[in-house]
C-alpha cells in the first residue's frame, strides 16, 4: 500500500505527522491546521505519543476546525492528565466541539480504525512511570488480511470449495499481518523489536550524537541519538525510515551528513528520508532519500 506522508518534526517546538490515504494522525504540533489547510478534515483519528507541549499545542484548533458528531477520535496515553483538562476547555470555550470523542488508551490496545486496519499502542519510556501507568507511546499500524492456508493453496478449485463446504471458510484461512506503519513517539533508542518488519518506520533522532554532542543535556537520555537509531534499525528488518525530530540546534547538511556517513557504516539496505529542522515535507516518500 502506497501510503502519502506529511510531517514537521523539529524539537521543542512541534512534531506531527499525517497519513493520507488512512485517515491517521500522529501527534498534532503546533502549525499543522494551517499547513494541512482543508486536507486536514481528512483526519478521523489522532493518536497522541505524550502530553510535551510540542506534541499536543496545536489541538485546540484543529479540534475547532474539524469536530462533527463522532470525530475526530483523539486517543492518547490513558494517564496523562493534560488530555482530561483539555477536553473539559475545550468543550467549555467552544461547545460545538463536543461530538469529539476523547478515548483515553493503554499500551498493548489495539484501536480499529477499519475491519482490516489496527492501530497498536507500544509504551515507551520517554516519561518515566511505574509499572501499569501509561504516558507515553509509540505506534503501529497493522493491516490484516485473511488468506487460503498455504497446504489449500496447490489443490485444484473444486477440491477448495468442497474443504470449504464441509468445514466452514473460516477454518480454511489463515490471518495474515503486515505491519505498514510505526512511529516511535519521543523516545530512548529502545525496543526496536517493536518495529521488526515494519514497512515504514518513523523515528526520533534528537542529538545527532558524538564528541560535539557531549555537552549536551540530553534530558536523561530520554531522547534518541542519531547513531543509536541507525545502530538499532541495522538490526531489524525495515523497508523505509524517516528520521525527524532534530534540535535545531544542527543545520542541514551536519544532519545529512551524518546520516550519510551513519548509513554506510552500518550498512543499511534500505532507503532513508529525513524531515529537517522547521521544514514542513509533504509527501515525504516522495523526496529524494538522503540514503538508497
Not at 59 to 82: T, V
Request: charged share 25%.
Amino acid at each position: 500500500m502506497n501510503l502519502t506522508i506529511t510531517g514537521y518534526s523539529t524539537a521543542l517546538f512541534s512534531s506531527w505527522y499525517f497519513i493520507e490515504e488512512l485517515g491517521l494522525l500522529f501527534d498534532v504540533g503546533d502549525g499543522i491546521t494551517s499547513a494541512l489547510l482543508q486536507k486536514s478534515r481528512k483526519i478521523n483519528h489522532v493518536f497522541v505519543s505524550h502530553a510535551d507541549r510540542d506534541h499536543l499545542t496545536g489541538l485546540h484548533q484543529f479540534n475547532q476546525l474539524n469536530a462533527r458528531e463522532g470525530f475526530p477520535i483523539i486517543h492518547f496515553p490513558k494517564d496523562c492528565g493534560s488530555f482530561y483538562a483539555i477536553e473539559n476547555f475545550s468543550k467549555k470555550f467552544d461547545p460545538h466541539v463536543s461530538g469529539t470523542i476523547w478515548k483515553p488508551i493503554i499500551a498493548g490496545d489495539k484501536t480499529w480504525i477499519r475491519d482490516d486496519l489496527y492501530v497498536e499502542a507500544k509504551k515507551n519510556n520517554h516519561v518515566p512511570a511505574a509499572e501499569g501507568i501509561h504516558k507515553s507511546f509509540g505506534y503501529k499500524v497493522v493491516l490484516v488480511k485473511k488468506k487460503l492456508k498455504p497446504e489449500l493453496i496447490s489443490l485444484p478449485q473444486n477440491e477448495i470449495v468442497k474443504i470449504i463446504r464441509e468445514q466452514g471458510k473460516e477454518n480454511t484461512l489463515v490471518e495474515v499481518l503486515t505491519t505498514l506503519f510505526c512511529y516511535s513517539g519521543d523516545t530512548p533508542a529502545e525496543n526496536f523489536d517493536n518495529w521488526h518488519n515494519s514497512e515504514i518506520l518513523i523515528h526520533e533522532a534528537t542529538f545527532l550524537g558524538g564528541d560535539g554532542d557531549a555537552k549536551i543535556h540530553t534530558h536523561g537520555n530520554k531522547h534518541s541519538t542519531l547513531e543509536d537509531v541507525i545502530k538499532g534499525v541495522s538490526t531489524i528488518s525495515i523497508n523505509k525510515l524517516i528520521l525527524g525530530h532534530f534540535s535545531s540546534r544542527y543545520s542541514d547538511e551536519q544532519i545529512d551528513d551524518k546520516i550519510k556517513y551513519l548509513c554506510k557504516e552500518y550498512a543499511l539496505n534500505f532507503p532513508v528520508y529525513r524531515v529537517l529542522p522547521g521544514r514542513t515535507i509533504k509527501d515525504i516518500l516522495n523526496q529524494e532519500p538522503v540514503h538508497n
